[in-house]
């Protein structure tokens, strides 16, 4: 039996000395260190934010004055809205006039300019005429719409042959009224 | 004393204070958030003469050198020149509004006009109100709704335009009908209003004497009475009147001789307020924001409108108001984060409760 043991201790002897080449021990220990450190960091920076934040919710008296106030904010703004909608309703019922109250129109600028250019002799006074661009833009508009409305109107007369026989008729009448200059 | 003849007071009544000269005028307030207020007023005139149209003694609301005025003019379908004056000024608060009614000397100076402007900070929302009030003219007047019912007093308080446009549609007869009526209720009240004013400065005047006969309550109950003779003899008023017989019937043949100066000096003085000059106008109101509450008439642009006639201030103020809002969007905002920062907080805790 001596023998046997003595022998199996040499073979576990000679199994240690010859373990595994592990040149690269320090690197094996530092890529392991790193990447456990690595997920215990990530995982604490978020909790303790989380922790930070929400450490109210541990606080009794916190907890319940912030959800109080959470209600009420929610309950102010039901009823603000619900008060705001139901005046605005009240409002859609009352009368509601057809045309504007108004005494002068953007028409009256057109009018004097219209006047100016017959008394000038259908020219023009020298003169510089200073306009915005918004009444620029509501001229060029108007344009626009006439034009639309003139061409809804051209298609209407071309689709209705009595309207266009008429329409004739009176362009006819209104040419021999005129004087022939 | 100067006695005035009481058929002279219902003409007065009846054409209250209607001038021709005056130009036709639209008075429109912008509203600023800050409390201050632009004011356009929209003057049309048909008056040839260039000394005579747009004299500020004719203009319904305060108006100086200190505005910026534009005019311009146009051909009518009758190729009539039709005149237009705008003024324009920026009022930094409704009290400086305020003092340029005060020292107005247009058509409307003899009446008591003020505007007010408040602005409430309500967290989601701020609300915005403004408002012109003209004082009652009549102390002792009735209110007018004791005499018309609610169709009859939206008609009466509409605007001329809304009721040529009703009485001209497909139920034009309805709207003649309420038109009639709202008429002869007028009348009724106007009549009203004449005895009702008349006791009250009769009572005043005598209040001294004590004497239990012509006290305001023993007056008041003879009102009925009165305005019954004052609409049946409408022709004859003027010398039942002069010659006592009216007040003899009022207040008895003893007290008619005893109290003759003091009746007719308190219709003299009712006969002065009725006589006030008054031109009327349209007030329109612009408010910042989103409107949300008004007493006046809505126009196609959104825009407010109050036709502005004695007969509103008759007997009661006559207050012209709107409320509007705007949104505190940063207070959404922190709203909104506050809310989702307790809800998540009570979500965390419920997790980790588990």
Redesign the interface.
Known sequence: MKPESEKYQKIINLLKESGPGLGSTEDIERVVIRRISKGNYSRSWFSDTIDFLFSWVYIVWVRRALISASVILVFIFILQQGVILRRIDMLSSQTILNNREKVSTQVDEIDKLFIEYKNWGKRFPSKTITISEKQMQELLESVNELKLKYKDLESIIDSDPELQKMIQKKLNENNRLKINL | MNRKPVKLIIFFVLMFMISCNEP???VTNYVHPDGSVTRKI???SIEGDKNKRFKISEIQVPLDLSWSVKD????SKKSDTIW?R?AEKLFKNVEELNLAYKADSGANKGLSRETGFSRKF????TEYRFYEKIDKNFSSGYPVKEFMNDDEL?YFY??E??KE?KESSADSLKYKALGDSVKLKTDKWTAYNIISEWIGEFSKLTTEKNDEEISFQSLKSKEPGFVKVLEKEDKGLDSLWKNGIILKMFIGEKNALKYRVEADSALSMVTKKLMLDFSDY?L?IVMPG?????NG?????N?L?WPVKSDYFFTEPYEMWAES?TTNIWIWLV?GL??AF?????I??VIKKD
């Open positions: 036709e005028t639209v929209e003057m049309k311009s003019f146009a051909l237009y705008t309500k967290w989601f929302n939206r509409s605007p335009t809304l446009a349209s329109r989103k409107l949300i509450g008004t008439f809505i126009d196609s642009s825009l409108l809002k709203s506050f809310l307790v809800v998540s907080g009570v965390v805790r």
